[in-house]
């Protein structure tokens, strides 16, 4: 499970300044985002390569070359490190140089792209980038790296404020999630990812990417005690409800969900405490792409002032 981290005030605004150049270089685009446009601007290449293809992972670090220069001097290390990580995407700065896998789903291609891109238009990620990372960085550093990095895709493939004008202008429920996913042409997950983050600085907003919770069409790879994808945290949430377990919210999305093979799973006004311990009460509602289910929950208001101490 991965649960979102927040970028700090001060960095947010230091990413959206740079993003924002580059959108405004681009003449302040329409939606959706047109990648090839990006990338000239950024004068950024882009390749493909399948890592579980070797010949092909081989042949296109190996043109890596300015005119008859090799470009690596030693290319087993990168791909033992496309191999042995699983890396879907990666980028080169020495080179401007982003490389996707090709196996990925098409519409993956974007997301992963736009968060290469993320990390080239930010200078201090390009230090960190040259070395070691699994040496030089810890864990914790880089979580927040790609933190920073999806923070910037995501303002990238939204088109900074015109996504959170028209978010904070229309309902907060998956019906509207699903026509700005139409609108901007990304997929369903990172859409859900930057309503929470939009909707959710000043009312607490939770997102959360599974399976199919129900428990006749779980995957046979569904593990219990990791139920969650994604469990998306927006701003508000997290300084209120930062103790609520996400595989306790799992247990509840289970609650209410049908076994519908896809469109809407079901719908509740749930119970959440808060770090005091206070029930609110928040409008939870759950979607079936046919290859992830994805919740919203939006918060209503408190259920009343007594002191509640959880049993989870």
């Not at 970028?7 to 959108?23: C, E, F, N």
């Not at 300084?239 to 509840?252: N, Q």
């Not at 719908?267 to 919203?296: I, W």
Request: glycine residues 6%.
């Amino acid at each position: 499970m991965t649960k979102s981290l927040i970028v700090s005030p001060k960095t947010a605004s230091d990413i959206d300044q740079r993003v924002d150049r580059v959108l405004r270089g681009l003449g302040n685009p329409q939606p959706p985002l047109r990648m090839e446009d990006l990338r000239e601007l950024l004068k950024l290449d882009l390749q493909f390569y399948t890592a579980d293809n070797p010949g092909l992972l081989q042949e296109v670090v190996s043109r890596m070359k300015v005119g008859a220069k090799q470009v690596l001097k030693r290319p087993t290390l990168l791909i033992d490190a496309i191999s042995k990580l699983s890396l879907k995407a990666l980028y080169l700065p020495d080179r401007k140089r982003i490389l996707l896998d090709k196996n990925i789903p098409q519409l993956k291609h974007r997301w992963n792209e736009a968060h290469e891109i993320g990390h080239s238009i930010l200078p201090w990620h390009e230090d960190m980038m040259h070395g070691d990372t699994e040496n030089t960085l810890s864990q914790h550093c880089q979580e927040h790296i790609e933190a920073e990095a999806n923070f910037a895709a995501g303002r990238l493939l939204f088109l900074r404020d015109r996504f959170n004008d028209e978010a904070l202008s229309l309902s907060p429920e998956i019906v509207t999630v699903r026509s700005l996913q139409k609108t901007y042409g990304n997929t369903m997950s990172t859409t859900l990812y930057r309503f929470v983050e939009t909707v959710g600085a000043e009312r607490p907003v939770v997102g959360v990417i599974t399976g199919h919770p129900h428990i006749l069409r779980r995957s046979v790879d569904h593990d219990p005690n990791n139920p969650c994808r994604h469990f998306i945290q927006s701003l508000a949430f997290s300084k209120m409800f930062g103790k609520v377990s996400e595989i306790d919210v799992f247990r509840k999305i289970v609650g209410y969900c049908g076994n519908q093979r896809g469109g809407m799973l079901g719908q509740e006004e749930l119970l959440l405490p808060d770090d005091n311990g206070n029930l609110h009460r928040f409008a939870f509602e759950t979607f079936f792409n046919r290859y992830d289910s994805l919740t919203l929950g939006v918060y209503i208001a408190p259920k009343d002032n007594s002191i509640f101490m959880p049993t989870w």
